[in-house]
């Protein structure tokens, strides 16, 4: 069974600060992919990376594939209220099963 | 379509009875995936299919949830003798194939059994 675990399940921090969310299993993966869910909406997502090693950037954002293609990590510098949202990890190429981390539940406070 | 469509949106049943919940994916679509996603957590897979062939249904709770997808397009994911615990969100992602990783979701379908 390959299982997804997100670490913190729960994040509140201040307007500007940075913060690390972590995803990690004991299973290898072809890609993995971060998804932000907004309340009442579905997930979209908002990266893939595919290989070991690789840094992907997304404005504020930056996404890590580990080496061993087992983790990934999201970064966010000078977190702002928008980011606010559930954060979700998702592994399994495409064809492949799909399955997803328990969420980061991020709130930012003004 | 333009996007993932689940029907209904919103269903109330009485405990017993059997229930049908339809997602008509992304045209062309290869891959469709059933989740149940409990409320601030993240989606719990159930089954999926690649075209026509149900290719995992290891996530199904047991055998009173069914699926299938006859023709490769549409999905239906059908609970027998609901009970209270099948109250959830339950929601449909369609992926457009072996090179495509980006999972497109519908907005889902709150089921209420009481």
């Known amino acids: 069974t390959q299982l997804l675990e997100q670490s913190p399940q729960f994040l509140s921090i201040q307007e500007g600060e940075n913060l690390t969310v972590y995803c990690n299993s004991s299973s290898v993966f072809s890609s993995l992919q971060w998804y932000r869910q907004e309340p009442g909406e579905g997930p979209v997502l908002l990266v893939t990376?595919?290989?070991?090693?690789e840094v992907k950037k997304l404005k504020r954002l930056t996404f890590q594939f580990g080496d061993a293609r087992k983790d990934s990590s999201l970064h966010i510098t000078a977190a702002q209220p928008g980011d606010t949202g559930l954060y979700l990890c998702?592994?399994?190429?495409?064809?492949?099963?799909?399955?997803f981390g328990q969420g980061t539940r991020l709130t930012i406070n003004p | 379509g333009a996007g993932v469509s689940q029907s209904p949106r919103y269903k109330v049943t009485k405990r017993g009875q059997d229930v049908a919940l339809r997602c008509d994916p992304i045209?062309?679509?290869?891959?469709l995936y059933w989740y149940r996603q409990a409320l601030g957590q993240g989606p719990e897979f159930l089954t999926y299919?690649?075209?026509?062939?149900?290719?995992?249904k290891s996530g199904l709770p047991n055998d009173r949830f069914s699926a299938e997808r006859p023709e490769g397009s549409i999905s239906t994911l059908t609970i027998q003798r609901t009970e209270q615990r099948d109250s959830a969100m339950y929601r449909c992602?369609?992926?457009?194939?072996?090179?495509?990783?980006?999972?497109?979701f519908g907005q889902g379908t709150r089921l209420t059994v009481v």
């Open positions: 998702a592994g399994g190429g495409g064809a492949q099963k799909l399955v």
């Open positions: 990376v595919v290989t070991g090693g």
């Open positions: 299919f690649n075209y026509e062939a149900q290719q995992d």
């Open positions: 045209s062309g679509h290869v891959s």
């Open positions: 992602a369609s992926r457009g194939g072996q090179l495509a990783t980006e999972a497109f």
